[in-house]
């Protein structure tokens, strides 16, 4: 294993009843608050994707748009936002997804990505899967290929990897107490 990751790991911070009772909320702003783990961290995405042939990397609103953009300057990759609805002013695609209590959606602008474009969707934590699935729909009905799912953190508990059919999903850290 890398020797990075142990340092990563290290520096999210879980805080327990956040939002609400009985969830362990994975808090990745310390990580942020440490350069050498924060760049550790883009470094590990950067050194798996450079040279793939990747010309977009999708981030997702909010926290995947801390780690989405530098990856994609550094691989050479355009960055598009997949963002909450009515926050983009142009026309969109939308794709609804099931939370556990009710239904959020992502939208994408229009255009922004082209048919057969090779895509990396890029977000902080995987939980149930949902918001990745929605994030992967969005790209696959304009006709792009997404490569490989990649997130910070993984709660394998909640089995969100069984949720991606069998598209590819690497992650730098697991959780398993959740
Ligand atoms: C969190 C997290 C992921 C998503 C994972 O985002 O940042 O995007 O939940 O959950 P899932 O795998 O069960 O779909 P949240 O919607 O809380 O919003 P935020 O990123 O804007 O804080
Ligand atoms: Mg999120």
């Given at each position: 294993q890398d020797p990075r990751l142990h340092g990563i790991k290290t520096k999210i911070r879980v805080v327990p009843n956040f939002p609400k009772s009985g969830i362990m909320f994975q808090d990745i702003t310390t990580l942020l608050l440490d350069p050498k783990a924060f760049k550790d961290t883009i470094d590990l995405f950067v050194e798996r994707y450079k040279g793939k042939n990747i010309s977009v990397v999708a981030g997702i609103e909010a926290r995947g748009f801390i780690f989405g953009p530098p990856i994609a300057l550094a691989i050479g990759a355009k960055f598009v936002p997949l963002r909450k609805p009515r926050k983009l002013p142009g026309k969109v695609i939308s794709q609804e997804y099931i939370l556990e209590y009710g239904r959020d959606c992502l939208e994408m602008h229009v255009g922004a990505v082209e048919p057969g474009e090779r895509a990396l969707v890029?977000?902080?934590?995987?939980?149930?899967?949902?918001?990745?699935?929605?994030?992967?729909?969005?790209?696959?009905?304009?006709?792009?290929?997404?490569?490989?799912?990649?997130?910070?953190?993984?709660?394998?508990?909640?089995?969100?990897?069984?949720?991606?059919?069998?598209?590819?999903?690497?992650?730098?850290?697991?959780?398993a107490e959740i």
């Open positions: 890029v977000d902080d934590l995987i939980a149930t899967g949902g918001t990745l699935c929605a994030a992967m729909d969005l790209l696959e009905r304009v006709g792009a290929e997404v490569v490989e799912c990649a997130c910070v953190i993984e709660l394998p508990e909640l089995k969100g990897r069984e949720r991606l059919n069998g598209k590819p999903l690497y992650v730098l850290v697991e959780y």
